[in-house]
């Protein structure tokens, strides 16, 4: 029988857009959820939104509508995000359901009925922002403490939950139970919190400050406290009061994640709530940091904001979700910066990734017009390939149990930088030069067995590119059922594999017009560069040593080439430079055809800035000696890899 999962993530308040800290916490879930689908575990993943309280009613007032029909109209948002990010939640909670308001009313009123809600009198100092009370000691500067808003004091009656005789039993348990709030050091801050006297929670709001809620079913004056009414969410959402069944199935959650500054509601609130209720806690509480620019957490009144919908129209949906699951270690903050994205994104996946997978398919192609082979008989290279893969599914499974999914990506990628290493190792370009047939075969076999595993594993982070992967390695209807289906594996070979496109077409950071001072070129323009001619330099003209280590020469393997239409003079090369593969436009077609370059190990400059020659960039130049009519290109005499240093 398969193991049980149950993830949520907090439901998020419906008076702005979703920002990266939203889409994170939701993403990070959905690949949880995926992996454990994957290893056949029995999963619900739950995520909604929080549609009360006096944040949501101001921006309703501001708006000039009503709560309701602001919150139909500011969900939409939410759940088109979620749409587009490919986020797999088997269910969408909105605390304005009935279904929910049923709940929450039941439960106080049985709280209510046993005393354990009781009403009085209070003065405290109220954050709107946080929809908090907090006592004057509490107060930093005169402020609130989680968020920096000004406080206004209040004095009214109200219910209150008693909170405060739960203390004791909520210490014990957390010392006793490791595993409930991760990492540890969250426990530890929870533990701290829980040094001073815990009051009581005030778990109402008369009408007359705020009629936005769910009015209490034993005083109509009143409705309740929001973050009382969206606690329960996580158990109203999988059936409580409403379906036994469902609910005991799934009870307890697996795993609640939130962001750090919602843990004392969630370690201290939610557990004493439940106790209270007579319900068992959950497994894990894991209290994730935040996105930061620079040392500044994102927040609207900075202007700091990221608007995840600006990176997935920049770099696609799949390479988004990559960075934030690889980019940020689970319980510690993360920097977000555009470079920061870039240089990941071209790395990890346009450099590492693509290029294996380039690599692999037109070798494989070229070799047995791409049905990929039967292996012979395996070396200490191949055992050595196939030993990072086999770390890399053992530690994608060991990182869901620590919930540090950065360490299990990290890993899947070592294998596929393995493979990169592995087919530098055994060249099979040079192998199919000589002849060498049976060890040609088995190093394509092994190396698209490396790609299929892995794509297998990433599958949960980025969906669709390794669907398009599998599928261009052929493995597509194999019928791999997730990760619990690799152990059934036993060859990739008999599989067909086609020619693609990059997986990832390298992002080429362009020069900002305005830094400049120049116009950005039109696409009209563009169309009708020539090639660059090369400067011609006076020979008594001396660099040196340290300026000539400022060019970059490179040896490159070129694996592809073809006529640029309406260019006489102009091929396009795929070249190979070590693990990358690039492109390059090289004015040579009056002196090779397209058959007679390829295969070639040339000299480029490998550090030269990318150009747009008509329309089509080039990552690179080419080296060749031109004598009149006569043009010879700089090539290796005998046999050296791509990628080598010269000079």
């Known amino acids: 029988m398969s193991e049980k999962f149950y993830v949520t993530t907090p439901i998020y308040y419906v008076n702005d857009r979703p920002h990266i800290g939203h889409a994170y916490t939701t993403v990070l879930a959905d690949v949880l959820a ?46 088109e995000l979620w749409q587009r990010l490919g986020i797999t939640n088997d269910y969408f909670i909105r605390t304005t359901q009935e279904s929910h308001k049923k709940i929450v009313s039941r439960i106080m009123q049985d709280l209510y009925d046993r005393d354990e809600i009781y009403k009085a009198d209070y003065t405290g100092w109220y954050c709107v922002g946080c929809e908090r009370f907090f006592t004057e000691k509490d107060l930093i500067d005169g402020k609130c403490p989680d968020c920096s808003r000004d406080v206004n004091a209040i004095t009214e009656s109200n219910y209150f939950f008693r909170m405060s005789k739960y203390q004791d039993w909520l210490i014990d348990y957390i010392q006793t139970h490791p595993e409930f709030i991760q990492p540890a050091f969250r426990a530890n801050e929870t533990l701290g919190f829980l040094k001073k006297p815990l009051g009581d929670l005030c778990i109402s709001r008369p009408k007359s400050r705020l009629n936005w809620g769910i009015e209490l079913p034993f005083d109509p004056e009143y409705v309740c406290y929001v973050w009382f009414d ?11 009061g409403s379906d036994e069944e469902k609910f005991n199935s799934w009870w307890p959650a697996s795993c609640h994640l939130i962001g750090k500054d919602i843990l004392t509601t969630h370690t201290v609130y939610w557990p004493t709530m439940l106790k209270a209720i007579g319900l068992p806690m959950p497994q894990t509480i894991f209290a994730h940091g935040w996105w930061l620019t620079g040392n500044s957490k994102m927040s609207k009144s900075l202007g700091n904001v990221v608007n995840p919908m600006d990176m997935i129209d920049r770099a696609g949906v799949d390479a988004f979700r990559y960075f934030l699951m690889a980019e940020m270690s689970p319980g510690n903050d993360a920097n977000f910066s555009e470079d920061g994205f870039i240089a990941r994104y071209n790395s990890d996946l346009a450099n590492d990734l693509g290029n294996l997978l380039s690599r692999v398919s037109k070798l494989t192609i070229r070799a047995t017009g791409g049905e990929i082979p039967h292996p012979g008989e395996c070396n200490d290279d191949d055992a050595e390939l196939a030993a990072a893969v086999n770390a890399a599914i053992g530690n994608m499974a060991a990182s869901l149990n620590s919930y540090k999914l950065d360490q299990g990506i990290n890993a899947a990628m070592n294998a596929v930088r393995a493979g990169n290493r592995y087919l530098e190792k055994c060249a099979p370009w040079t192998l199919a030069k000589n002849g060498d047939t049976a060890r040609l075969h088995t190093v394509l076999h092994n190396a698209a067995d490396a790609l299929c595993r892995v794509a297998v594993l990433l599958t949960p982070v980025m969906p669709e590119k390794m669907a398009e992967l599998l599928a261009v390695l052929g493995a597509d209807r194999a019928g791999i059922s997730g990760i619990s289906g690799l152990k059934d594996l036993k060859s990739v070979a008999g599989f067909v594999m086609k020619e693609t496109d990059p997986l990832f077409p390298r992002i080429v950071v362009e020069e900002d017009a305005a830094k400049t001072g120049k116009a950005p070129k039109t696409e009209k323009k563009a169309k009708a560069e020539k090639a660059p001619a090369a400067k011609e330099v006076p020979v008594n003209v001396v660099v040196t040593i340290d300026e ?21 003079k102009l091929l396009k090369l795929s070249i190979e430079v070590g693990s990358e593969t690039r492109q390059l436009v090289a004015g040579v077609a009056q002196f090779y055809t397209p058959e007679a370059i390829v295969g070639k190990t040339i000299v480029i400059v490998a550090n030269l800035k990318p150009a747009k020659i008509r329309g089509i960039e080039s ?29």
């Open 230 to 240: 969206a606690l329960i969410n996580y158990i109203s959402g999988v059936g409580y």
């Open 34 to 79: 995926r992996t454990h689908r994957s290893l056949a575990d029995r999963t619900f993943f739950l995520t909604g939104t929080d549609e009360h309280g006096q944040k949501v009613q101001n921006a309703a007032e501001k708006r000039g509508v009503d709560p309701l029909t602001h919150c139909d109209e500011t969900v939409v948002r939410f759940q």
């Open 619 to 647: 990552q690179g130049m080419l080296l060749a000696a031109k004598n009149g009519d006569s043009l010879k290109l700089v090539t290796i005499d005998g046999d050296m890899p791509s990628g080598i240093d010269i000079g």
């Open 548 to 568: 000539f280590f400022k060019t970059k020469l490179k040896t490159a393997q070129v694996l592809t080439a073809e006529k640029v239409d309406g260019a006489d």
